[in-house]
């Protein structure tokens, strides 16, 4: 099989200051722990293009990339929340990421990658209709789903989220979108702390207490999100790849490692094999121990590419 690797250098160049978690380190680990490895010689390594205006709000209001452009500092960075800043770089990189997205999407459905993996930032899946937050500007996975959906083929979707983070952003944008189903497993209670009661039959959230053992996760997948797959049979899938819920992540209290983040990438190949001829893309969410997201990410592409034992 062929897996697709997407990603820029001009992703680094968003920073909202030493101290902040979503570094550029994160991208400069995940590449190094794949190139070491060898891993991202057996993969087709492609460089992102930036967004369209029109793509973006195919998941987002009209003037919502307007709003944050008038925002860009000419230096320095401008909080736009109490979590996310932006500096005169950051929304290039977000176009970037946003774009990386929209390429996969097209290399999986001319078959000429069956999946796809997005080393991209800043991440999206907090960024809601006409709402940044979170470290997100633009909803990458989310404007990916709805480009796949543009072509023939394509009638069904499923967002499926395993950040520790739930992912406000995609319920918001594809809450009254039934051909979308987006499914995602979370710390709870925990940042956002928005959509967690939404009552709709396309959005399945299945909340993890803190501290909880994987088991707890595993289950959330096989009782939950398969059978909603299962039923929803999407022609493409969709992953917000979040490695956050990682034990040794400073950011969250849920007991994940490399080997879960392995399983339920097996889970999702699967079920992609019954229902969505192999069509993955995956896109990277959170993730702010650098080692420990480096060494998840790669046991998370080893899976879609194959080489996993």
Request: net charge negative.
């Amino acid at each position: 099989m062929t897996t697709a690797y997407i990603s820029h250098s001009d992703c680094l160049l968003h920073n909202m200051g030493p101290e902040h978690p979503e570094s550029p380190v994160r991208l400069q680990a995940i590449r190094k722990v794949l190139e070491r490895t060898g891993l991202m010689e057996q993969l087709d390594c492609l460089t992102a293009v930036p967004v369209t205006d029109e793509q973006i709000r195919l998941a987002h209001a009209t003037l919502h990339q307007k709003k944050l452009e008038m925002k860009v500092p000419e230096q320095g960075v401008v909080y736009t929340d109490d979590d996310t800043a932006l500096c005169p770089d950051s929304l290039h990189a977000a176009s970037l990421a946003a774009g990386g997205v929209i390429l996969a999407t097209n290399r999986v459905l001319s078959g000429k990658a069956e999946n796809a993996f997005c080393a991209v930032r800043p991440p999206g899946h907090h960024a809601e209709f006409n709402t940044p937050m979170g470290f997100c500007f633009y909803n990458n996975v989310a404007i990916g789903a709805c480009h796949a959906l543009l072509h023939d083929g394509i009638e069904r979707v499923a967002v499926l989220d395993f950040d520790v983070h739930h992912c406000n952003g995609t319920v918001d944008i594809f809450k009254d979108r039934p051909e979308v189903l987006v499914c995602s497993t979370f710390q709870h209670p925990y940042y956002p702390e928005r959509y967690v009661e939404i009552d709709r039959p396309n959005i399945v959230n299945c909340p993890i207490p803190a501290h909880s053992e994987p088991e707890v996760f595993r289950q959330a997948i096989l009782e939950r999100w398969i059978p909603a797959l299962e039923a929803h049979q999407p022609d493409m899938i969709f992953i917000s790849a979040g490695f956050d819920a990682h034990k040794e992540d400073p950011m969250a209290d849920l007991n994940l490692d490399e080997e879960d983040y392995r399983w339920v990438t097996q889970q999702i190949m699967q079920i992609a094999e019954r229902f969505s001829q192999k069509r993955i893309v995956s896109v990277l969410e959170g993730g702010y121990n650098p080692v420990s997201l480096a060494f998840s990410v790669q046991a998370h592409v080893e899976t879609l590419a194959g080489l996993s034992d």
